[in-house]
C-alpha cells in the first residue's frame, strides 16, 4: 500500500508540473501576441499587409518620420517610410527594396532622407523635407555636402553646388581635374565653411581644393 501511495502520488505531482507548465506557456505565448499586436498593429495604404515599425523617437524631427518594413514573405524585403507635416499629415509615403532608407534630421526642421538604389554613390540619392515650410526638395544623387540652404552634388562630370530647395538655382559649377575625369567617383566630399563663404573639394586622391563662393 505505502509503495502504491508513493507511486499515485509521484503520478499526481507529475501531473501537476505538467499543468502548470502548460499555463505558463500559454500566458507566454499571449505576451508575445499582444507585444507583436503592438508592434504590427498600424496598416499602412501602399498595400493590405500590417508591417513591422522599425523607428520612432520622440524628438522633434523624429516625430515627423517612421520606417517600418513588410512582416510577411512577400513583402518582408520592403521598408517603407513616411513623412509628416507638423499636423500629423502623411506628406510623402515611399516604399524602398532591400536597403532600409536613412532619414537624419541636418536642422531643426529639415529632415534628409537618403536611399541606396544600387552600387556606389552614383547610385544613392538625397532629398530635404523641411517641416517647418512644408516642402520637398528635389533629388539629388552623388550627394556631396550639405549646410543651411546650400547642397553640393556631383553630376555631369562637375561639382554643382545650390539653393537646397531650388536645384535649377545653381551658382556654381566647378569642373574636376582632367586627370581624375575617367574616375567614376572622382570626389569625396564638399565641406562648407561656418558663415557659408568658402568651401573645401576632398578628391579621391585626397588633394583639397579651396573655394570662395
Not at 509615403?93 to 526642421?109: G, S
Not at 541606396?116 to 515650410?133: C, L, P
Amino acid at each position: 500500500m505505502v509503495l502504491i501511495r508513493g507511486i499515485l502520488d509521484f503520478i499526481n505531482n507529475k501531473v501537476l508540473l505538467l499543468f502548470f507548465s502548460i499555463v505558463i506557456c500559454i500566458l507566454l505565448m499571449g505576451c508575445a501576441k499582444s507585444q507583436r499586436m503592438n508592434r504590427y498593429g498600424k496598416e499602412q495604404d501602399c498595400d493590405t499587409n500590417l508591417r513591422e515599425e522599425v523607428s520612432e523617437d520622440a524628438n522633434f524631427s523624429q516625430q515627423h518620420y517612421t520606417i517600418y518594413n513588410g512582416n510577411n514573405d512577400d513583402d518582408r524585403w520592403n521598408f517603407y517610410y513616411d513623412l509628416f507635416d507638423l499636423e500629423g499629415n502623411v506628406v510623402k509615403h515611399e516604399c524602398t527594396y532591400m536597403n532600409e532608407p536613412q532619414i537624419q534630421a541636418i536642422d531643426t526642421d529639415i529632415l534628409r532622407v537618403t536611399v541606396q538604389a544600387g552600387t556606389g554613390r552614383g547610385a544613392t540619392y538625397s532629398y530635404y523635407y523641411d517641416i517647418k515650410n512644408n516642402t520637398v526638395s528635389p533629388v539629388y544623387y552623388y550627394l556631396l555636402g550639405e549646410k543651411s540652404n546650400l547642397v553640393a552634388f556631383f553630376e555631369d562630370g562637375q561639382i554643382n553646388i545650390c539653393e537646397m530647395f531650388q536645384k535649377q538655382a545653381c551658382y556654381k559649377q566647378i569642373a574636376i581635374p582632367k586627370e581624375l575625369e575617367e574616375l567614376e567617383e572622382p570626389v569625396i566630399s564638399v565641406m562648407f565653411s561656418e558663415n557659408l563663404k568658402q568651401a573645401t573639394i576632398v578628391y579621391i586622391t585626397g588633394e583639397k581644393d579651396t573655394l570662395h563662393l
